[in-house]
């Protein structure tokens, strides 16, 4: 770049900073949901801003500039409309598109400028498209996972961690080469490949319960890429949205990893496929208390402080907007009800939020594990709904237990544990969950849906 | 071409947007967690002008094809990661009146 600007790219520059300033408030803005509207509106004009100083600095060929962005329009307008249960199969393909955008600019950017290129400029370039390579891959891969077009379960092999590592190796071991000597053009299309094979490596033994973590960590990898994509070329807006995006993704994974008892390095190197032994073993006759809608409606409409723990299993059983009616009855009849949702419940991070947000729950009502685990000794009912290992007593006590250390929401604390549940199959992760043995839990079996819909009748009848 | 110190401009802008980044998010209450995710996706896909140039300069057909693709993509982020967001904010309601502005 020369030292002197031209009087147009002085306002293109300008407009980039204003732009970088508005995304910068818009995420600032995102601390409370009654500011994060704004947030969204400093975010499109930003865009705007960013995308029209970019058409008036190049004033050229815009016929077909303008058939691209209709196309994206016309994909992008129905991502935006899909079901809120599907948000993280959504979030985890736009991490591929994003990232498949960074990587054919910078294949292109590779073609035009090599061999011509300095070594500093190479390495960055080679770690956007490696980066954009196995994050877009990846994020396919997670997405279908998601969306149950790929087995949830994890696929694991003997070596295989040896194995990722070798095509890992093979993809930075191309790049040093390309460093080294960029007109070996015809290397970069093979290291584009490694770096897509490892992306889907890397996600193949990787099981459904993990994936807010995996999520959360694509997401900081297609930041990362789209930040080297700004180095490459020059533009100080994409460095500041990529770090912006990187910083967000990395801050999710650590809350994401330590929900889950992960250690960060295990996330760094997506080593979280282990696969959970199932502590099934040494299963004596424990005797459980299940109790009916009618009794359960009883002792709801005679407590003071109810505290729900709502699970995945919810949404599934899209029991979501029958919890509604149980939170509208009990409300009425001056019960306190508030939700306590672990940092992993849904399948990203504050996914549960969105779920019960959609139900008409009034956010205020949703708190979060750290600050509700000190209130269940004073609640008299814990209401379960499709969660278990969140609530599992033995990742506090038992080392043994395959989920030991791993945070959880106290609700055995609480004077009287309700669990919906559909039988006495150990959940998810084939894990048992002594919580269903203890004096003062009740177990209510049926559907989540059903069973939360006949509480909500028993209340509606049983007036006076 | 780029000199050594524009290298350490753009070192210098990535580790302090990246300090920003840091404090801002971390202050994100957890509740908005999935709308936050979603916004800065689209945000990310500011990296459709990258694109946009390579479609507008036309210096070589495979950039020109490869950045359509690339457009058509970020496009498609910006559209839909904006609109899912605005969704989500949108069903987050209070049990307290709303306060006056």
Not at chain 1, 3 to 20: H, T
Not at chain 1, 260 to 268: A, P, W
Not at chain 1, 306 to 330: C, F, N, S, T, W
Not at chain 1, 369 to 388: K, R
Request: charged content about 15%; glycine content about 10%.
């Amino acid at each position: 770049m020369t030292a002197e600007l031209a009087g147009n790219q002085i306002i293109v520059e300008i407009l980039y900073l204003v732009a970088s300033v508005l995304f910068i408030l818009s995420l600032k803005w995102m601390s409370s949901p009654t500011t994060a509207r704004h947030g969204i509106w400093a975010g499109e004009a930003g865009m705007v801003l960013a995308i029209c100083g970019t058409l008036l600095h190049h004033g050229m060929r815009y016929q077909w500039i303008a058939t691209a962005l209709v196309l994206g329009t016309i994909i992008g307008v129905p991502l935006g409309r899909v079901a809120m249960t599907a948000v993280p199969q959504r979030t985890a393909l736009s991490h591929a598109f994003g990232a498949l955008c960074v990587t054919l600019v910078g294949s292109a950017e590779f073609y035009l400028r090599t061999p011509d290129i300095s070594r500093f400029m190479m390495s960055v370039l080679s770690i956007e498209v490696v980066l954009g390579g196995l994050t877009f891959t990846g994020s396919l891969m997670a997405a279908g996972k998601l969306q149950e077009i790929l087995p949830q379960r994890p696929l694991t092999y003997r070596g295989q961690n040896f194995v990722n590592f070798l095509v890992l190796a093979a993809a930075l071991a191309l790049a040093v080469y390309l460093v080294l000597h960029p007109e070996a053009r015809n290397l970069f299309p093979l290291m584009i490949l490694l770096a897509l094979i490892f992306g889907v490596s890397l996600i193949i033994p990787i099981g459904g319960a993990d994936m807010p973590t995996v999520i959360s960590l694509l997401n900081a990898y297609a930041g990362l890429s789209a930040a080297a994509m700004g180095f490459v070329l020059d533009s100080k807006l994409l460095i500041i949205a990529g770090a912006l995006d990187g910083s967000s993704g990395l801050i999710l994974s650590i809350i994401m990893s330590k929900a889950m008892n992960r250690s960060f390095t295990n996330v760094l190197f997506g080593a979280f496929g282990q696969v959970q032994a199932s502590a099934a073993a040494g299963q004596e006759e424990r005797t459980v208390r299940s109790a009916t809608p009618e009794e359960a409606a009883a002792i709801l409409s005679a407590a003071g402080k109810v505290i729900v723990v709502p699970g995945y299993g919810m949404a599934v059983a899209q029991a979501q907007h029958k919890v509604r009616e149980l939170y509208d009855g009990l409300t009425k009849r001056g019960v306190d009800v508030r939700f306590a949702i672990h940092p992993v419940a849904g399948r990203m991070p504050g996914h549960m939020n969105v779920l019960l947000a959609e139900a008409d729950i009034p956010y205020d009502r949703l708190v979060e594990m750290d600050e509700i685990n000190g209130d269940f000794p004073a609640t008299d009912v814990a209401l379960v709904i499709g969660a278990n290992d969140v609530t599992n007593p033995a990742a506090r006590t038992d080392t043994t237990s395959p989920i030991y250390g791993m945070p959880i929401l106290d609700v055995d604390k609480a004077h009287t544990v309700m669990v919906i549940k559909r039988s006495m199959n150990p959940g998810f992760a084939g894990i048992d969950n002594p919580l269903y043995y203890l004096d003062n839990t009740l177990m209510l079996f049926g559907d989540a849906k059903a069973f939360v819909g006949s509480i909500v009748r028993e209340l509606g009848g049983g007036h006076g | 071409m780029s000199s050594s110190s524009t290298l350490i401009n753009a070192l210098f802008i990535f580790v302090l947007a990246g300090f920003i980044g840091f404090e801002v998010i971390r202050r994100v209450s957890p509740l908005l967690h999935t709308p936050l995710m979603s916004l800065t996706n689209a945000l990310d896909a500011i990296a459709v002008v990258g694109a946009i140039v390579l479609v507008g300069e036309h210096k070589s057909q495979l950039a020109e094809i490869l950045g359509f693709i690339a457009v058509v993509a970020a496009t498609s982020n910006i559209v839909g990661g904006f609109l899912i967001t605005d969704r989500m904010l949108r069903m987050f309601k209070s049990s307290r009146p709303a306060p006056k502005p």
